[in-house]
């Protein structure tokens, strides 16, 4: 597709009725798509077909552990045992891989970041749209192979690959490790594109200080793929040598330090759970201003705690290493910037309650999403503070207190911020209203799910079980039963919302402009946008604010918002 | 030599390259180069990884790297230096010429540095079939074969840490050696004449050069040799990639697809060996000098 042919097409078509999705309906125009929206959009689809595979694991996992000895993978004998246990380890090997490179590392950014980024920002597309394709395509052909490897031989290493366990197994982690490669590469290339854009493509008006706050998240995202993703790249590159060539820089049997690789993969996978939750915190910044109709309260207290998040979460690796031998001082300094993450967090946490704090609070499904955000990474934020003191972390060290405070934070920080914005912005991709009342069933449904799910974990993990076992001893059966109920209720959840989001497209009613009351551009366009994003581009008066609600009244015939016309911040012309 | 593209063509030029999201040909090369800048950067954490173990391993095992890194070849690290440091001019001066406007000027800086590139990929191919025809290899392959002393026997390259000018010669001249050898030193097989001529030795009054390698070889020597295939290795790769691109270049530029309102491309890939030459600049220290 020429620019020339994009820059044309508008203009052959009424721009009245034609929108992103309806501009050009050929399987072709959407596979190879210039169009930010569009490779959204795809990006939406995959990543969540790659969540739906992860979540069927994660119910064969807990299924497996209702019952000490475990209901799917058990066998009479040592040797049946073990083949059975290894079916398992390779289940969660393969669950945690997926979430983690799949799922939570792009699916915001890439499905709900390239939707929404240039529109938030008033432009017409991300700075490099090729880029933003070749980024989709890695993303697609290394989750293939990945996949693929899974059939030859799936990886039992974990999804940390330590070595040399990772060097001397029979499982394909070569073909792995290439596939995850690749998905790295496209995870720089997106994180390029949206600091480029970010940086280079702000139209007239619109300062650092007026961006919404998704965008703040969505940089110090970036910041880190760009930064951080290199590091993981030549690591995977190393391990892979390893096992081709016998490099030996990882294997203690030639003199390498098995110790290093866990810096490097650490170096980048500390870091990368704050690619996973600084965008879900920045929905969270759009959400609850809208819904509680109040200005957002300390903004550049939170757009700074996002970099300050970045930053530090450079510095902080080690402390996935206390218990490995590392020396008692950097230990202690490990553990003083771990804390220190929790400073930014908190910061944001208690910005958002004071945004909430005499606010006019709407419950919609998306604050319900932002309500729920806030209780259960908390939680899960808390115990990592629990995790990151030393005495405490070498009781809790690899127990299941580890895995429950880490599905706390990314099921209940990256994903209910995920699902938060996809119910916000979904009016505006798709131009259609879901069941409210279903959605804020499912809502409910979800957040108790989580809760049940890995509360019981955290117990478990305190009172001594180690993750990763396939089996168990009895006095645990409680708590792991309740923690599979609370995965099936999460699994209902789902299976809701899929149900009344798909009934949505096709019965939904029409969504007007500006559904929820928000202030930022991208609800100045229509729903859905057209191809170019706005009808006119947008200006962005003196006084543009993303977050002053005053001038918007809702409108219950057309069940929106519309500008009064007094306060208009934005300048004349917005809504012309 | 100079070439002058009328102002109405350059900007037509610069128009015909602007998609439609940006909003001036300035903007897009704006955004065009902070995205390269930023893409360098990765780049540079990619090489990180390599540096780190190098300064790992040079730390806990310093006389792996005083014994191995002497197995390097020193003078062919240097040409090399010095071709990618003149390549770094030539593609320098190729984007001022395309700055200018100047076409032919382009196409031969261009065609300089891919030479620069290509010689250096020869020098350094030819050194690494050196290494492998010693065995000198990474990790598990490492297996050259051992002198009695156990050192590696291969030709010392790179130190010259006792000079002996001419030896007295004869069994006299030897058994000097051997008694350096017993004082810890060990004798490289470079300064041992082929058995069939004669007694090992040197043949009396001729001027030699004999280089001995002060060091008994420490236990994984191969760690060296593995970080230097890998750094070396994948800097080659990018320096391959570097005379791909430059090659398209050359074709656009004899083309003339380039202008001084138009030159992103050259500019874009002019920062890229840019940093290419400057990787090379702390390798060469770090690997054969440094022992």
């Known amino acids: 597709m020429t620019t020339a042919a994009v820059t044309t097409l508008p203009a052959r078509r009424s721009q009245v009725t034609d929108n992103y999705l309806t501009q050009d309906r050929r399987l072709r125009s959407w596979l190879f798509t210039l169009d930010h929206k569009r490779i959204g959009v795809l990006y939406l689809a995959t990543s969540l077909l790659a969540m739906l595979i992860g979540g069927l694991l994660a119910m064969v996992i807990r299924t497996q552990l209702l019952v000490p000895q475990g209901l799917i993978f058990h066998g009479h004998g040592n040797a049946a045992a073990y083949a059975a246990y290894k079916h398992y380890n390779q289940i969660f090997t393969l669950h945690g891989i997926i979430m983690v490179f799949m799922v939570l590392i792009p699916i915001i950014p890439g499905a709900l970041g390239n939707f929404v980024l240039p529109l938030m920002l008033g432009a017409k597309d991300v700075a490099f749209p090729r880029l933003n394709l070749m980024s989709f395509w890695l993303y697609v052909g290394g989750a293939v192979l990945a996949i693929a490897s899974t059939v030859a031989g799936a990886v039992d290493t974990g999804w940390t690959f330590y070595t040399p366990f990772s060097i001397h197994t029979e499982t394909y982690v070569v073909v792995m490790l290439l596939g995850i490669f690749l998905i790295g590469f496209s995870s720089i290339f997106t994180g390029l ?90 929905i969270i910044s759009e959400i609850v201003p809208v819904f509680s109709r109040k200005h ?25 290493m206390f218990v490995n031998g590392q020396s008692a001082e950097l230990d202690a300094i490990f553990s003083f910037l771990t804390f220190l993450v929790a400073v930014p967090s908190a910061v944001k946490v208690f910005n958002w309650l004071a945004t909430m704090y005499k606010g006019a609070i709407v419950l919609d499904t998306p604050m319900l999403y932002a309500l729920s955000f806030l209780i259960l990474f908390t939680i899960g934020g808390l115990t990592g503070v629990i995790l990151g003191a030393l005495a405490t972390n070498v009781v809790l060290h690899d127990t299941y207190f580890v895995v429950g405070h880490f599905h706390l934070v990314m099921m209940g920080g990256t994903i209910i911020g995920f699902i938060g914005g996809l119910h916000y912005w979904w009016p505006k991709m798709f131009g259609r209203m879901y069941n409210e009342t279903l959605a804020r069933i499912a809502c409910v449904l979800l957040f108790f799910g989580i809760a049940i799910t890995f509360v019981p974990q955290l117990i478990v993990g305190a009172e001594g079980m180690p993750r990763r076992y396939a089996h168990y001893l009895p006095m645990y059966q409680p708590y792991m039963v309740a923690s599979s109920i609370g995965a099936y209720l999460q699994l209902a959840a789902f299976i809701l919302m899929t149900g009344y989001l798909v009934h949505s497209l096709v019965r939904g009613r029409k969504a007007p402009m500006n559904p929820w009351g928000g202030g930022s551009l991208e609800w100045t366009t229509a729903s859905p946008p057209p191809h170019d994003n706005f009808a006119h581009p947008p200006v962005i008066g003196e006084n543009y604010d993303p977050y002053d609600y005053r001038h918007l009244a809702y409108d219950p015939k057309i069940g929106g918002y519309v500008p009064t016309g007094i306060g208009d911040t934005c300048g004349a012309g917005k809504y012309s | 030599m100079t070439e002058t593209v009328s102002i109405g063509k350059q900007h037509d030029l610069a128009q015909r390259h602007l998609a439609h999201h940006f909003d001036t040909p300035q903007q897009q090369f704006d955004a065009g180069k902070l995205g390269m800048w930023l893409f360098l950067s990765t780049e540079l954490l990619l090489f990180s990884g390599l540096f ?39 593609m320098a001066l190729a984007v001022r010429f395309a700055q200018l406007g100047r076409r032919i000027g382009l196409v031969v800086c261009l065609f300089l540095t891919i030479c620069g590139g290509l010689g250096f990929l020869g020098l350094h191919g030819y050194e690494y079939f050196t290494n492998y025809r010693e065995k000198l290899l990474w990790g598990l392959n490492y297996n050259p074969s051992h002198g009695p002393h156990g050192q590696a026997i291969a030709p010392i390259r790179s130190l010259t840490p006792l000079t002996v000018r001419s030896l007295p010669g004869g069994v006299g001249g030897w058994a000097s050696l051997k008694a350096l050898g017993r004082q810890g030193f060990i004798v490289s097989h470079s300064a041992i004449a082929p058995a069939a001529s004669g007694p090992p030795g040197i043949a009396a009054g001729q001027r030699h050069t004999v280089r001995l390698a002060p060091y008994a070889q420490p236990a994984n020597v191969q760690l060296f040799f593995s970080i230097y295939y890998l750094m070396t290795g994948l800097h080659s790769l990018h320096v391959l990639i570097g005379v791909i691109l430059m090659t398209w270049l050359l074709f656009r530029a004899w083309r003339g697809d380039f202008s001084p309102r138009y030159y992103t491309p050259v500019d874009l890939i002019g920062l890229y060996w840019g940093i290419v030459d400057m990787i090379w600049m702390f390798l060469f220290p770090l690997l054969y000098l440094l022992h």
């Not at chain 1, 790249?233 to 203690?252: A, K, S």
């Not at chain 1, 309260?297 to 998040?309: D, N, T």
């Not at chain 2, 191995?68 to 390549?87: F, K, R, W």
């Open chain 1, 193 to 282: 594109n949206f600091i480029v854009t970010i940086h280079k493509l702000r139209p007239p008006g619109m300062t650092w200080f007026r961006m919404p706050l998704f965008l703040w998240g969505i940089y110090a995202t970036s910041i880190i793929q760009v930064a951080a993703t290199p590091v993981v790249g030549v690591t995977l590159v190393l391990l892979c040598l390893e096992r081709i060539m016998g490099i030996g820089i990882f294997n203690p049997a030639l003199g390498g330090n098995p110790v290093l690789f866990q810096d490097f993969f650490w170096f980048y996978s500390h870091p990368a759970v704050y690619i996973m939750i600084l965008p879900a915190m920045g």
């Open chain 1, 296 to 320: 957002i309260f300390g903004y550049s207290f939170i757009a700074m705690s996002s970099l300050a998040i970045a930053l530090i979460g450079f510095l902080v690796w080690g402390h996935h």
């Open chain 2, 52 to 90: 780190c173990a190098y300064a790992v391993y040079r730390a806990l095992h310093p006389e792996i790297f005083r014994y191995a890194g002497q197995y390097l070849d020193m003078p062919s690290g240097l040409a090399n230096t010095l071709i990618l440091l003149t390549s770094g001019l030539t």
